[in-house]
């Protein structure tokens, strides 16, 4: 009798689910400075040096199932998410732009737009980096389970 339990899909996938999360974050921010011609400002440039690498380690990692990645990866995470927070906060309460003003080209503290009346590019980028997040955290304890149980069992 087989009491061995199939993996659930989220410990199979979640490398693979994150990795097209960071796709479509790299995309979108590509599709809006490049299709729609808005240019990024200080911070939103911050956010991306923290996102796309995650395209590639996260693909090669998916494509290798080498779960170590989230050693490595979840760090660049947590950094762009701090960087998306301030810049979501410094849009909504003006008092901030004065903290880390961006003096030069396209200014931090205006929304392009919203939609909703609240989701901003930064918002967009903060839900992407909090998803990639969540996914490799809950995904890699997810597949650590399933390898200690395979150990008892032998």
């Known amino acids: 009798m087989n009491t061995e339990t199939p993996p659930s899909f ?6 693979f689910l994150a990795w097209i999360v960071a796709i479509v974050a790299t995309g979108g921010s590509l599709y809006l400075s490049d299709v729609m011609l808005l240019e990024p400002c200080k911070l939103c440039w911050y956010q991306r040096i923290f996102m ?11 494509y290798h199932n080498d779960r170590r990645i989230v050693r490595y990866s979840m760090p660049l995470v947590i950094l762009g998410a701090c960087v998306a927070i301030y810049h979501y906060a410094e849009q909504h309460i003006p008092a901030l732009s004065r903290i880390l003003p961006c003096t030069t080209g396209v200014p931090c503290n205006k929304p392009y737009f919203e939609w909703f009346g609240f989701i901003t590019i930064p918002f967009m980028a903060l839900i992407a980096f909090i998803l990639i997040a969540l996914l490799l955290w809950r ?13 008892e069992i032998e």
């Open 10 to 15: 989220l410990a199979r996938y979640y490398l």
């Open 52 to 62: 796309y690498p995650q395209v590639i380690l996260l693909g090669i990692a998916a």
């Open 139 to 151: 995904g890699s304890r997810a597949a650590d389970a399933i390898v200690y149980e395979d150990e």
